[in-house]
């Protein structure tokens, strides 16, 4: 690996030699070289990693936890992501606001228009929570496309299945928070609009997969949850009575299709026997990764793993949502540790996608939809944890400040009429909350640019600095659907070999001759 120290030498003496670094920067810089070889072959699965709330900061606070995670300083780590060759900025605004929410962010980078805060699947045209301002402002989704193009389809998420970042692929709602028909006003029902739930079935009714949380929007009201009978919070919140999940289960008997609830029943499957699957796996999102019951609920990647494998069986390829995104909700909650953590498993997540795929027919994209108020800082020395002390103390109030802050959220504390002395508290606890400059309840996003990370086919269109809303088209270009496929299709109406080498020409003929 780049940068590791030579035998019996550490990493602090190896560092103090010049020569270290240019070796290393010369190992780089021929790796770089390669890529002027530009991949140009059609995509024939495409997979989109969103990190919700996974800013720059939040991406290098990351990578230095996986690095202290296995017993490294950790900021000489590399990240999955950060292997991918192609790198690029995006601009998150929503058409109404400066710094964007997650609805209008997913509307952007799934169906490729740029809409309004609060808003999913629908153009600037439409109001948000006004529900007469919906027919004729749908936009569709990548996920769409690629399942009208014949390729199997997945949505995998640790939040809820109709949070605003899956619904987007598959909803046409003016407000993300309808997640079932006992979340909406009446005069929104009366004027026809649909909830989040409902359209997860009934827009895309045959989506391959889907994972994540959000039972109690599926089941009538105060129906008991199958993990929680008694706590009746959990209950279905349904008021048209209807049981979504029966109601999927009967489409899919006779198609392979299976409805799981816990990681036992998940890992019960053969993929290969599965072309259908529904998990959900709590009442509403899926707890954090510190948090999580390895008994009952599957890890992010676990839950990739067993989408990829399924999806991956159809000849035409696949397309792939995976959302981490409770790295969102740990820094709204000001629990730096709990967003860090998340972010970390996500990386996993991708480094198990890469296993199951080639860089050759698969392109994969890494990114978030908007920033977060979190930083760290301090001039702390290398190596220190990331969760730690700054080594100085404030030359205003004399009292020592953790590395990581946030600009606002409940960190905010006061003790006597003074900043609260956090040497008196565990800063490392997996639920403290980090010191903010702003009170607040909850801590709010970021407005400046978040990474794209890319790798595999015709990558490389995604550089420089770009509209959020342009990443789907190329991931789509990439595929040969969508509407901008002219370049990749031949006389007879079959994806075109121009673009793809001579060898793995001969190999996909030879594969396609076979089946």
Not at 94 to 110: C, E, F
Not at 196 to 220: K, S, T
Not at 292 to 307: C, F, G, H, I, Q
Request: net charge negative; charged share 20%; aromatic share 8%.
């Amino acid at each position: 690996a780049l940068g590791c120290p030579k035998p019996g030498i550490t990493m602090i003496q190896q560092e103090k030699d010049p020569d270290f670094w240019k070796e290393w920067a010369q190992r780089t810089l021929k790796n770089a070289l390669t890529l002027q070889d530009l991949n140009k072959n059609v995509a024939k699965n495409i997979i989109l990693f969103l990190g919700d709330g996974m800013g720059v900061p939040t991406v290098t606070a990351a990578r230095i936890l996986k690095g202290q995670l296995s017993g490294q300083n950790g900021e000489e780590t590399q990240l999955e992501m950060d292997k991918f060759p192609y790198v690029a900025l995006s601009k998150t605004y929503n058409t109404n606001a400066q710094v964007p929410d997650s609805a209008g962010t997913a509307t952007a980078y799934l169906c490729g228009v740029k809409a309004n805060e609060g808003t999913v699947g629908v153009s600037a045209a439409a109001v948000k929570s006004q529900c007469n301002t919906t027919r004729g402002n749908e936009v569709t989704s990548i996920l769409k496309w690629a399942k009208d193009a014949g390729k199997s389809v997945g949505i995998v998420t640790t939040t809820r299945v109709n949070h605003a970042t899956p619904s987007a692929a598959y909803a046409h709602c003016v407000d993300r928070d309808w997640y079932s028909d006992g979340d909406m006003p009446a005069e929104a029902l009366q004027s026809g609009c649909k909830d989040i739930a409902r359209q997860l079935f009934e827009n895309i009714p045959d989506i391959d997969v889907i994972m994540g949380g959000g039972r109690r929007n599926m089941y009538p009201r105060n129906t008991p949850d199958v993990e929680y009978p008694g706590d009746k919070k959990h209950n279905g919140t349904r008021k048209d009575g209807r049981n979504l999940v029966g109601e999927w289960t009967d489409r899919m008997k006779d198609k392979r299709g299976y409805y799981v609830w816990n990681r036992k029943d998940l890992f019960s499957l053969n993929p290969n026997n599965v072309d259908y699957l529904l998990g959900l796996f709590e009442p509403a999102d899926l707890p954090y990764e510190l948090e999580r019951n390895k008994e009952t609920d599957p890890s992010l990647t676990e839950m990739v793993d067993v989408a990829i494998k399924i999806l991956r069986k159809n000849e035409r390829g696949f397309y792939l949502l995976v959302e981490g995104g409770r790295i969102d909700h740990g820094h709204h909650d000001g629990k730096a540790k709990q967003a860090l953590h998340e972010a970390v498993e996500m990386d996993r997540a991708i480094t198990r996608a890469g296993l199951l795929t080639s860089i050759y027919d698969t392109l994969t994209v890494v990114t978030a939809d908007h920033s977060h108020v979190f930083s760290f800082g301090g001039y702390t020395h290398r190596g220190n944890s990331i969760f730690g002390l700054a080594p100085i103390m404030s030359d205003i109030d004399q009292k020592p400040f953790t590395s990581i802050l946030y600009g606002n959220g409940p960190g905010f504390k006061f003790v006597n009429g003074a900043r609260e002395n956090v040497s008196t508290v565990d800063y490392e606890h997996n639920n403290y909350q980090a010191q903010a400059a702003v009170p607040l309840s909850m801590e709010t996003h970021g407005g400046e640019d978040v990474a794209i990370f890319s790798k595999g086919p015709l990558a490389h269109l995604l550089h420089g600095v770009q509209e959020q809303h342009y990443i789907p088209h190329v991931m789509a270009y990439a595929a040969c659907i969508g509407q901008n496929k002219d370049h990749c299709h031949t006389n007879s109406g079959s994806p075109s070999l121009s673009h793809i080498s001579p060898t793995l020409a001969l190999l996909l003929s030879v594969k396609w001759l076979l089946c």
